[in-house]
């Protein structure tokens, strides 16, 4: 099983995401606990992603068409860090 940690900003994150994509992000941290990141490249709808540039060491994970839940990944310790749920901007 893999730990999951939040950022301290995350609860407030959740306070002003919609409540489809709270549902969502609780089945994102139910099934990466369980099975780990890689069980997230079989469910295409999060489209999970490595992501460029400044957050080179980070990942995405689609939970609505507008909002992504952004993490990086401790191998060394089996654990995820979630760092933001967010609007993603076009």
């Not at 995401?17 to 709808?45: C, D, M, S, T």
Request: aromatic fraction near 12%; glycine fraction near 4%; charged fraction near 30%.
């Amino acid at each position: 099983m893999w730990h999951i940690f939040e950022h301290k900003d995350i609860a407030k994150q959740c306070k002003m995401a919609p409540q489809q994509v709270l549902n969502k992000y609780e089945l994102w941290k139910n099934l990466v606990f369980r099975h780990g990141p890689e069980i997230l490249k079989e469910f295409p709808g999060f489209n999970d992603e490595k992501l460029k540039g400044k957050r080179k060491d980070q990942h995405s994970s689609r939970l609505s068409l507008k909002y992504r839940v952004i993490y990086s990944i401790n191998d060394e310790e089996i654990s995820i860090y979630v760092l933001a749920i967010t609007p993603h901007k076009y």
